[in-house]
């Protein structure tokens, strides 16, 4: 019996980011052997006649990726708000991954929080949110793993693991440093758990200390200095409207203006059979 394939979600908006978010999915999809659905959300109050012409729109982009791609699309067209229907769409149907594109933070989005932010918030499987194409179709070469106190650090730990297995990739562990002793401790124990898989996954890895200040900001500099394909983060477990009009470290992480991919793992998400990974 053949196995089922994973499925990676592209919400789809017609946009040049959309197309930079299907490279990154078809790039991930031909090395796990997925394919890739294509969502566009529509206005609920949309009318029969708009939504027949959008679905034939959106049919014809998922013909051009397969063909540009030679990977397999599937398509998928939605009545609902961004906010929550494609967190509620990947949810229902068992996705393992989305890949989206995001503008950064432009106009009222500095205001009003990022956009993206508010979209990946609510999944139970992973964003990797981008700004540009991938620097190539091969591999992601290296990935920024900040390790802080966190106890959700080993959730992302799978991801990490993941994209080091199937693309080859160097993990850069970014340990921050703390005058706090308990803090201390438990980043420590984070960091050992990390390493101890990393090792027995045979996935080859480097530390770096981080230094006291705004780690948002060290993560994406450190980033820029080893030429970074990917920085995976965990979301604020307990987000709130406060975040979004200040800033959470993850959203200054996601609009950085390196173009840095970024992978979010929301705290409990589930990297679909990804699990395995994590005992070699």
Known sequence: MEKEKEIIVVPWDFTIKAEHALA????????????VDLLHIVDRKIKAGEYKKKEAKLNKEALKGQEQYDIEIHMALIPGSIFTSIAEFVNELGASLVVMGTHGMKGMQKITGSWALKVLIGSKVP??????M?????????????????SENKEKL???IFMG???????HILKTVTTDKSLLKKTNINLNFAIKYLIQNNIEYEIHDMKRGNL???????GESINADLILIMTTKNITVADYMLGA?????????????????NPRASFAKVAQFMYG
């Open 158 to 160: 799978k991801m990490a």
């Open 165 to 171: 297995k199937y693309f080859d990739s160097k993990v």
């Open 249 to 265: 470290q993850e959203q200054q992480i996601i609009a950085n203006s390196s173009l840095i991919p970024v992978c979010c793992v």
């Open 134 to 150: 991938p620097k190539d179709m091969e591999k992601y070469h290296n990935i920024v793993f900040p390790v802080d106190f966190r």
């Open 216 to 222: 948002a900001q060290q993560t994406i500099q450190f």
């Open 24 to 35: 990154h999915a078809a790039k991930i999809a031909k090395m796990i052997n997925a394919r």
């Open 127 to 132: 964003f990797i949110v981008v700004q540009d």
